[in-house]
């Protein structure tokens, strides 16, 4: 009788602290998660990850969670981003084409590959300007004003358009 209620005590302890372990391990995961993940998949994932393992038996799920969760915090992904962000400044606006992301110098007014416009030539001095540039860096002619010169330049090597051959409206036969 004794040794029964002995068990069954010691059973519950047990069981209970396996729970508060558990329950402890879940919600740590909760919170660690959240630091590093803004994505309500991913956070509900790794707490199931943990949860899933049964009660006190859940250390396996917390080392694998511990493998997988993103290296670093949400904060630490941000002051990166910002790094990141600051280093493409430097390399330069144009470095690369905005429409087929082809590698292009800084001073192409055309894409090579694409052909989309990149740069103007500056009105004044010829220097090629950026699109979204108000003055010419150079001389400090404004942009879309330019001294004496025509306001679109064109590229010597584009091809020459050939005119379209539509039938003037009415004169289909039909
Ligand atoms: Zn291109
Ligand atoms: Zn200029």
Request: with cysteine; net charge neutral; glycine share 8%.
């Amino acid at each position: 009788m004794n040794a029964t209620t002995g068990i069954v005590l010691g059973a519950l302890v047990g069981g209970v602290w396996l729970f508060l372990l558990w329950l402890g391990i879940v919600i740590w995961t909760y919170k660690d998660i959240r630091e590093r993940s803004r994505d309500l998949f991913t956070q509900a994932l790794s707490v199931f990850l943990v949860m899933m393992f049964f009660p006190g038996l859940n250390l396996p799920g917390l080392l694998l969670y511990l493998l997988l969760r993103p290296r670093e915090t949400v904060d630490e992904a941000y002051a990166r981003s910002l790094e990141q962000e600051v280093l493409l400044r430097e390399v330069g606006e144009g470095a690369m084409c905005h429409k087929c992301q082809q590698p292009v110098e800084k001073d192409f007014l055309f894409c090579p590959y694409c052909q989309a416009r990149l740069r103007e030539a500056c009105g004044r001095c010829r220097r090629p300007v950026s699109l979204f540039w108000v003055v010419c860096p150079y001389c400090g002619a404004p942009r879309g004003a330019p001294v004496g010169q025509p306001a679109t330049y064109r590229a010597p090597a584009e091809e020459p358009v050939a005119p379209l051959r539509e039938p003037a409206p009415g004169t289909e036969i039909s």
